[in-house]
């Protein structure tokens, strides 16, 4: 019964800002690291942020500056605040759930165009 659900992708203008969230439920959210993986068409899947259970945060260098991760352990849900998006940033984006190798979650994904 464990699920991650990820809201708040859509077309957003290049400038523009956008909040991603990521509903968890069927564990112990408190003790996870939470991060933001994304895809892109044509790209590997990448790291985007982390933050782990001691609110320690480390993003890509692509991102430092712009993006914010977040979590809400008494909503059970994490957060990536997306400020001053770029075309590249275009891509699905993956909330991911992990405490150790052998647990590891992912939710379906929420897609991310940034066009003019």
């Known amino acids: 019964q464990v699920q991650l659900v990820e809201s708040g992708g859509g077309l957003v203008q290049p400038g523009g800002s956008l909040r991603l969230s990521c509903a968890a439920s069927g564990f112990t959210f408190s003790t996870y690291a939470m991060t933001w993986y994304r895809q892109a068409p044509g790209n590997e899947r990448e790291l985007v942020a982390r933050?782990?259970?001691?609110?320690?945060?480390n993003y890509t260098d692509s991102v430092k500056g712009r993006f914010t991760i977040s979590r809400d352990n008494g909503k059970k849900t994490v957060y990536l605040q997306m400020n001053n998006l770029k075309p590249e940033d275009t891509a699905v984006y993956y909330c991911?759930?992990?405490?150790?190798?052998?647990?590891?979650?992912w939710g379906k994904g929420t897609l991310v165009t940034v066009s003019s």
């Open positions: 933050i782990t259970s001691g609110y320690y945060r």
């Open positions: 991911n759930a992990k405490m150790n190798p052998d647990v590891d979650y």
